[in-house]
């Protein structure tokens, strides 16, 4: 099945800086969304992108589905951004999707 | 209100017993599904439904079962609990015309001891 990978594992910044994240996927794929996972556990869609790029306030994400990777960027970060980032990925009609294990964010005050 | 609810949030039960867990939404959507989130980890699939009549087995289905009573209603059930099933459980919705975007309840802590 298909593999989606993300990196890093951890990150930890200060407030105030901006982070890259990402996420590669090992076939092609019809349905990429980006979750924020909060520190007590609620999951929220942030960016349904399977190509191009798409900016929400101080977040945005690119696909490169041709490269099989997206980029979560996060500018200006705040100590609200911090919790856990998936990305998931779909492949098929049957529109199952597969989580990535997340990238770990947090922002020292 | 809540668009995807879950009852229970919280649940300890010991091995061997059976328990369910349910999901409801008033979002509309066709499409529903059950993930476990272990720590440190993803969130992997045990079973998704189309619509009443639908169901199908996610990438960790054992040990779990599922019914569709309705389009807004969808339970999963630990028949035998065991204590590698402690994990937090989540529903999600989608809608096509919504491309598929995944909204999630709030999750429920279970602990099987």
């Known amino acids: 099945g298909i593999q989606v990978e993300q990196s890093p594992p951890d990150l930890i910044l200060q407030e105030g800086a901006n982070s890259t994240l990402r996420c590669n996927f090992s076939d092609s794929v019809n349905n990429l969304q980006w979750f924020h996972q909060n520190p007590w556990g609620q999951l929220i869609n942030l960016f349904y992108i399977p190509s191009g790029t798409k900016q929400n306030g101080r977040l945005s994400a690119t696909t490169v589905a041709t490269e099989r990777y997206s980029l979560l960027y996060i500018s200006s970060s705040q100590t609200t951004d911090s919790g856990v980032y998936f990305c998931a990925v779909g492949y098929s009609s049957a529109s199952k999707i597969i989580f990535g294990s997340g990238t770990r964010l947090s922002i020292r005050p | 209100d809540a668009d995807v609810t879950q009852t229970p949030r919280n649940r300890i039960t010991k091995t061997g017993k059976r328990i369910m867990l349910e999901c409801s939404q008033t979002?509309?959507?066709?499409?529903m599904y059950w993930y476990r989130q272990d720590p440190g980890l993803g969130l992997r699939l045990i079973y998704y439904?189309?619509?009443?009549?639908?169901?199908n087995k996610g990438e960790i289905s054992d040990g779990y079962s599922v019914s569709r009573q309705a389009q807004a209603k969808f339970s999963l059930s630990l028949e035998s609990a065991i204590p590698n099933q402690t994990a937090l459980y989540f529903c999600a919705t989608s809608d096509a015309a919504e491309r598929e975007t995944q909204y999630f309840g709030p999750g429920t802590r279970l602990l099987v001891l």
């Open positions: 979002k509309g959507h066709d499409r």
């Open positions: 439904s189309f619509d009443v009549k639908d169901i």
